[in-house]
């Protein structure tokens, strides 16, 4: 479910939330589901965190799967901004892995990694059975998978990364760091722990 679909649909209709309202309750819906997983998150929960009444929660979403796949494609704008803009400051192909590393490294710690990553959640909880969850995650885990090739690729180019390794397969490795940080996460890792990843990751560019 397309936020900004939601949002076209609710300025048509009376009664509904408007969009900036939607994408503050959804904010809220993410840190419940990332939390919960979910099948253990309930209407109620729902409702509570996001602060919308029954009749609100109904005119804007479906039902709570359309509240899960919108909080998802939420949850992929917004992590997918903040990684875009730490990009931007690197100097190179090497800085930039760098960086992507230190956004997940960083992501991993305190209440956020404990409460969990929403991608690596459902594909575990549904993409095993749900063909629109699994297409999401799909979809997420491909574009890092191709945004971690291009940076290995121009690190190559520009002489900050080693040029005989094979660009997929590394970024095919790094991807597998990525995710597996927002898995030890749950654990409480120490913020030297997580930067030791890091540290022992960048190593494989050398």
Excluded: W
């Excluded at 939390?35 to 602060?51: C, F, N, P, Q, V």
């Excluded at 191709?146 to 094979?166: E, H, K, P, W």
């Excluded at 997929?168 to 409480?188: E, H, P, Q």
Aim: hydrophobic share 45%; net charge neutral.
């Amino acid at each position: 479910m397309d936020i900004r679909i939601a949002a076209d649909t609710a300025a048509r209709t009376p009664g509904r939330p408007r969009e900036f309202e939607i994408e503050q309750a959804l904010d809220k819906a993410i840190i419940v589901f990332s939390a919960k997983g979910y099948h253990g998150t309930s209407i109620s929960d729902l409702k509570e965190a996001m602060g919308l009444t029954a009749g609100s929660l109904y005119k804007a979403f479906k039902d709570k799967k359309a509240i899960f796949l919108a909080s998802f494609d939420r949850y992929k704008q917004v992590r997918n901004a903040v990684l875009d803009a730490e990009l931007q400051k690197a100097v190179d192909g090497r800085d930039k892995v760098l960086r992507m590393l230190r956004v997940y490294s960083d992501a991993s710690l305190g209440e956020a990694g404990r409460r969990g990553c929403l991608v690596v959640g459902t594909a575990v909880e549904l993409a095993a059975y749900d063909t629109e969850a699994a297409e999401r995650v799909q979809a997420s885990m491909s574009r890092t998978e191709d945004l971690l090739q291009a940076l290995v690729r121009q690190g190559q180019a520009d002489g900050s990364i080693r040029s005989s390794m094979d660009a997929a397969d590394m970024a095919r490795l790094l991807l597998s760091v990525v995710y597996g940080l927002r898995v030890i996460g749950k654990t409480g890792p120490t913020p030297e722990h997580a930067s030791s990843i890091v540290d022992a990751a960048m190593k494989l560019l050398d």
